[in-house]
């Protein structure tokens, strides 16, 4: 496979990566994100790692980027369903991955994506209003 | 891989193709869709092909027997994003998957999915309306 596909679902994009990705498929992936949140309008990405049973150093870099580039492009990432042993992994490889938020599936990322966006939506609670006299 | 994964969003089950799918891949497929259809309350299943080059005489009945097993459990089926090659191979195979519902990608699947609920869901024009006299 020399792509995993982007689906676009409203405002949000979703990817599901099945396959252990080799180094060139995680940075094509990467760039094919860059592309899509930039071609229309795009709030969140759900990156559903799910399937995957080994993350290794690099996988895990190329994950905290992206969500760094996402962010830039003002996009939020979320990674959705990463299993026990791989955040085992993870830590024991020294990544703690600060800045990437996760979350449990698919289903609980949308909702925070949602929730986010209504939050970012929303005018300033302290904007525009009055102080008493 | 021996298993492709199944995402859950909301009442709706999201199932992306990446891997050109063998046989006894494909019969897993249509088991565990089965088994997710009755473990919880699902309305709706998006199929997405479009990372398929090739599909089959036996993936196309796997993609119109799952699809008739749904409609049995109470789900409807929609499978997206099948590439122009390969509808024409499926024609000149024979294939013409009648009784399967097609969308263009996953967006417009999910909007059929939605709007088709929510009719299901709608009372009957014609019950309880009143004859004029």
Chains 1, 2 share one sequence.
Do not use: K, Y
């Amino acid at each position: 496979m020399d792509r995993i596909p982007i689906l676009r679902i409203g405002d949000l994009l979703l990817v599901t990566v099945q396959v252990d990705m080799h180094d060139r498929l995680a940075l094509a992936l990467q760039d094919d994100l860059c592309l899509a949140i930039c071609s229309r309008d795009t709030r969140g990405v759900l990156i559903d790692i799910s399937a995957l049973d080994v993350v290794d150093s690099f996988i895990g870099r190329v994950l905290a980027d992206t969500s760094a580039m996402a962010s830039i492009l003002n996009a939020q990432v979320v990674v959705v369903g990463m299993r026990p042993a791989v955040a085992i992994t993870l830590v024991e490889l020294g990544m703690t991955l600060p800045h990437v938020t996760m979350a449990l599936n698919v289903e609980r990322g949308m909702d925070f994506l949602r929730n986010h966006n209504r939050s970012l939506d929303a005018p300033s609670e302290s904007a525009g209003t009055l102080v008493p006299a």
